[in-house]
C-alpha cells in the first residue's frame, strides 16, 4: 500500500458515511490522539511510530496495513 491508496482509502470512507473528506480525517486524527495518549500502550506506539510523534491519518493507515500483513502483532493495540 502507498499513500496515495490510504488517501483513497479515507474518500472511500467519506462517501460510505456520507461525510466529507476533511471530517472524516479530522475524526481520524482525534482517535490517533486519544490512542497515542494511552499510557498503557506507549510503548507499541514508540515503536510503530517512534517517540513523541502523532501520525497523520495516513501514515496511521498505511503502518498498520503493514503491520496486519504481519509484521506486528496489532491485536495488543485494540485490546
Keep these: 500500500m502507498n499513500r496515495k491508496e490510504a488517501k483513497k ?3 472511500d470512507i ?3 458515511e456520507g461525510k ?4 472524516i480525517r479530522d475524526e481520524m486524527k482525534e482517535a490517533i490522539a486519544i490512542g497515542y495518549m ?3 500502550k506507549q510503548a ?3 515503536d510503530l511510530f517512534g ?3 502523532i501520525p497523520e491519518p495516513e501514515e496511521f493507515i498505511l503502518k ?3 503491520q496486519i500483513k504481519g509484521e ?3 491485536k495488543q493495540m485494540f485490546s
Design 51 to 53: 517517540a513523541g510523534h
Design 9 to 11: 482509502i479515507i474518500k
Design 20 to 23: 466529507i473528506e476533511k471530517i
Design 72 to 74: 506486528h502483532n496489532v
Design 44 to 46: 507499541l506506539w514508540i
Design 64 to 66: 498498520l496495513s503493514g
Design 38 to 40: 494511552n499510557a498503557g
Design 14 to 16: 467519506a462517501k460510505r
